[in-house]
């Protein structure tokens, strides 16, 4: 069951519990007969790429049961750091040394031959919470019924991602995005220069954007592409203020293959290569934070100035 992406929390918190939103990779744990499978989103068992959940399997007693929640690396802070939870992911947890992981538990699916799917979300929460799941490497997240205001100012003070909003009376439906499950996210907002953009005949598909680059005159430190928030009508007006801007040279240290990857703007097959341009047009982008010297989900939200 997925949330639904909300500017804000609802005016009436009466009904709904609140969750810290956690920035970390979903999965259901099903634990049955003394043993754990870690399901993905598209159904791999990632137990095995994490040796310190092990200790999962047994965490239940004689209880059989599964779990719905997120697997995260904590940074020196004890805040989720998708980043570290990216290495680890990439040689595949136990066969490379990474940051360790956690299973936060937020949810409770099936419990000894019974579905509780269709249970209101306050009913698992009391089931979940009657299994005392808590271990070295999991434990299950708090739940704040009725006020979520102070919820989302303490994530926001802590640096975590956001707060969920649930409807107490809500039946869990599974692959299902719906309204029952609100998510506010804490988004930033800055100024970039663009250094560049990925042309689509009169218009930019996406724009290449940077901060000045202390150590190069002139040059930017690239911070991202954007893609999102570009209506039609921003996209034709861009590509019109952008047009007397074009130049041969890249003010991008990174070769141009590097500015159409990562892991949140990746190209498309029929991306055609950058075009460059003077870092004169000023930009404001909302975005939900860093990673490794990256934007996390950035958005185009207006044009600032051209200097």
Not at 276 to 281: D, I, K, Q, S, T
């Amino acid at each position: 069951m997925h949330p639904t992406a909300a500017r804000e929390l609802p005016a009436d918190q009466r009904g709904r519990a609140f969750e810290p939103k956690w920035d970390g990779y979903r999965a259901l744990g099903h634990v049955v007969g003394g043993e754990l499978a870690l399901r993905s989103r598209n159904g791999v068992d990632m137990a095995g790429w994490f040796p310190e959940l092990a200790g999962l399997a047994g965490a239940l007693g004689d209880r059989a049961g599964v779990l719905d929640g997120e697997v995260v690396a904590l940074d020196d802070h004890g805040r989720p750091s998708f980043g570290a939870l990216q290495q680890r992911m990439a040689g595949r947890a136990g066969r490379r040394r990474g940051a360790a992981v956690t299973y936060l538990v937020f949810d409770l699916l099936w419990m000894d031959g019974r579905l509780l799917t269709g249970l209101p979300y306050a009913e698992r929460r009391r089931l979940l919470e009657g299994l005392e799941v808590a271990g070295p490497a999991w434990q299950t997240v708090a739940s704040f019924a009725g006020d979520g205001t102070a919820l989302l100012a303490a994530t926001r003070e802590q640096g975590l991602e956001g707060v969920v909003a649930k409807k107490l009376q809500s039946a869990y439906v599974p692959g299902r995005r719906t309204r029952s499950w609100l998510k506010v996210k804490h988004y930033q907002r800055e100024t970039f220069l663009v250094g560049g953009f990925v042309p689509d005949h009169d218009q930019v598909r996406s724009l290449l954007v940077g901060l000045p680059d202390p150590g190069r005159p002139g040059g930017l430190v690239f911070c991202g592409r954007v893609d999102h928030g570009l209506v039609p009508a921003a996209r034709r007006r861009v590509r019109e203020l952008l047009g007397p801007l074009v130049t041969g040279q890249s003010p991008f240290a990174e070769p141009p293959s590097a500015l159409l990857g990562g892991r949140w703007s990746r190209p498309g097959p029929d991306d055609p290569a950058p075009v460059f341009v003077r870092p004169e047009l000023a930009v404001e982008v909302s975005f939900l934070g860093w990673e490794s010297g990256r934007l996390r989900h950035p958005a185009y939200s207006g044009l600032t100035r051209i200097l």
